[in-house]
């Protein structure tokens, strides 16, 4: 009774500030929102990128990744599939991705109540220190686009027909390869990818400012992602992920543009203070803008299919708990969301017809930094039958103790 009064205290706070419609849609749009969760969040993987500390009771194979993800979405309710690498999680041997494999974690998936989601091939492990798709070296790239193929086949087959492809192809050093033959190798070997892969399954080609190379990366850019897929033609586009821009960039200025571009688009969602950091989301006031782009530009819940941006979380934690990061996230991303969609739109294109510059700034920021949207998502869940708080119901749950003991 006491939790009831106080979600309904909160949403008459609410309802008197932004209006009892704007806040019912946000009810109903964090009701809806659904986001992959990465399998690699679950495993054995970002500790030694950090240390030799790696957090207790981390997956030990695909199937306890999968537990992990069926628990979080028991939470959530709102992670339904899963994101998985081929060579970590769809290969017998780590060198070979295998559509056995992949048909054997979907049946296990299912089972559990979920699905697989985005698929993406892995060209970043052993072999691929000359490039992936960009090398000089053709068994290489033959081996790399073979891989990619698979790829295609299993998202078509098997999971929601999503390819997501990121390269670590680069350099170091001024003249350590030639850059414009490492974009040509790139680009031709994509169009043939493309052209293996069923024109239903949506490929994303992710871009990245630097890392490994911290002299050039082959496609280092938003700009250089959409050319490339407008190069490549049918279902492909762009994966915007947070942490692979300069300091200082606007990211919901990218996505602002690459709605009015129209083409095909998802978001991997994470943290980053520093460089890639890969840390968990939080619930602040650029992610919020982010959401205001996606809401406005009508690519998260359109009723036509294909507008709709693809989400995902990419994360790998390094010192916080692993199953406490990735509820952090889905937690957070609702927040931004429910920020999002209270902001009075009709109101802040008033004063930006007027020239009232902060006038409209101050009404974004009543809606994307300041409103407390928790009683939103309270209300959401308790409709749903899911804890008020998915972080705290994990802790209370014992359910990290018994991992650690059985994952040792």
Request: hydrophobic share 40%; aromatic share 8%.
């Amino acid at each position: 009774m006491a939790q009831k009064v106080m979600v309904e205290k909160g949403l008459d706070l609410l309802r008197a500030e932004f209006g009892e419609e704007r806040v019912a849609a946000a009810v109903e749009a964090v009701k809806k929102f659904q986001v992959e969760v990465p399998s690699w969040i679950f495993g054995e993987f970002g500790g030694g990128r950090f240390g030799e500390y790696m957090p207790p009771g981390a997956a030990l194979n695909i199937e306890q990744k999968l537990d992990d993800h069926a628990l979080v979405n028991k939470l959530t309710g709102a992670t339904g599939r899963v994101a998985t690498h081929i060579l970590w999680d769809l290969s017998e041997d780590g060198a070979n991705g295998s559509l056995e494999v992949a048909k054997r974690v979907k049946t296990e998936a299912q089972k559990r109540g979920t699905d697989l989601g985005s698929i993406s091939p892995t060209y970043f492990l052993k072999g691929s220190h000359r490039g992936s798709l960009s090398s000089e070296d053709k068994p290489t790239r033959d081996r790399y686009l073979a891989q990619t193929v698979l790829g295609g086949t299993i998202a078509q087959e098997l999971a929601n027909g999503l390819l997501t492809l990121w390269f670590p192809d680069g350099s170091s050093y001024p003249g350590q390869r030639e850059l414009r033959t490492a974009y040509e190798n790139i680009a031709a070997m994509l169009k043939e990818a493309r052209n293996a892969v069923p024109n239903d399954v949506r490929i994303l080609i992710e871009y990245k400012v630097f890392e490994p190379g911290t002299y050039s990366t082959t496609i280092p850019d938003w700009g250089a992602a959409a050319q490339i897929a407008r190069d490549v033609g049918g279902n492909t586009g762009v994966l915007v992920d947070l942490g692979h821009h300069h300091h200082g960039t606007n990211i919901e200025q990218i996505v602002a543009m690459l709605i009015a571009i129209g083409i095909p688009c998802g978001f991997h969602f994470n943290t980053r203070y520093a460089a890639d950091d890969d840390h968990a989301v939080e619930p602040n006031a650029e992610m919020a803008r982010i959401f205001y782009e996606l809401v406005g530009g009508d690519v998260i819940f359109s009723r036509s299919e294909d507008r709709n941006w693809a989400f995902m979380i990419d994360q790998c934690s390094s010192r916080e708990n692993r199953i406490h990061a990735v509820l952090h996230s889905v937690d957070s991303l609702q927040l931004s969301l429910a920020r999002a969609m209270l902001l009075n739109r009709e109101k802040l294109h008033e004063y930006q017809q007027q020239d009232e510059v902060i006038l409209a700034n101050r009404c974004a920021n009543n809606a994307l930094l300041l409103a407390d949207v928790r009683p939103i998502l309270w209300k959401t869940r308790t409709e749903k039958g899911l804890p008020l708080d998915p972080v705290q119901a994990y802790v209370d749950s014992g359910y990290q103790k018994r991992i650690e003991a059985e994952r040792k």
